[in-house]
């Protein structure tokens, strides 16, 4: 790591990094969700709804939730900064309409930013802009374990 790059700066690299980084073998590689923009303040991603729906063929909720603790999950430790773990424990959404096609893109937004809790909002919306559900996530900080990887 370069030792001109800002702490934070660094955390943030390398928080985004391993989960740009992820092999197929995890939830988020086999769903096919991208992170396009990632910060403690917002985090951006995208999935495809195909091949992440239910009998119906619409965008199952579940997949829906996984995209927005996903989302809400980054943020939260890239708010948590080095030496942190986060870990969800609350989600709730909102589906408001199906999606059958395409993409869905969901944007978190975060609501609460403190020592020991995060809360985001994720918003996640299909190609057309129309919302398709609204999620809120709350993220547990904790130290890291003596010996264990942070991230």
């Given at each position: 790591m370069n030792s001109e790059v800002p702490v934070e700066q660094g955390h943030e690299q390398q928080i985004t990094a391993a989960f740009a980084a992820a092999g197929p073998d995890n939830l988020v590689s086999r769903m096919g969700i991208r992170i396009l923009e990632a910060s403690a303040e917002r985090v951006v991603g995208s999935m495809p709804v195909a091949g992440n729906t239910q009998p119906y063929g619409l965008?199952?909720?579940?997949?829906?939730?996984?995209?927005?603790?996903t989302l809400g999950s980054l943020g939260s430790a890239l708010h948590a900064g080095p030496g942190r773990v986060t870990v969800g424990i609350e989600i709730s959404?909102?589906?408001?309409?199906?999606?059958?096609?395409?993409?869905?893109?969901g944007v978190a937004t975060r609501l609460h930013g403190g020592r020991t809790l995060t809360?985001?909002?994720?918003?996640i919306s299909d190609?057309?802009?129309?919302?398709?559900?609204?999620?809120r996530l709350s993220c547990l900080l904790r130290d890291a374990v003596p010996?264990?990887?942070a991230a």
């Open positions: 965008l199952h909720g579940g997949a829906s939730c996984v995209l927005a603790e959404a909102t589906h408001h309409r199906g999606a059958s096609a395409g993409q869905v893109t809360t985001y909002e994720i918003v190609d057309q802009g129309r919302r398709v559900c609204t999620s010996g264990r990887p």
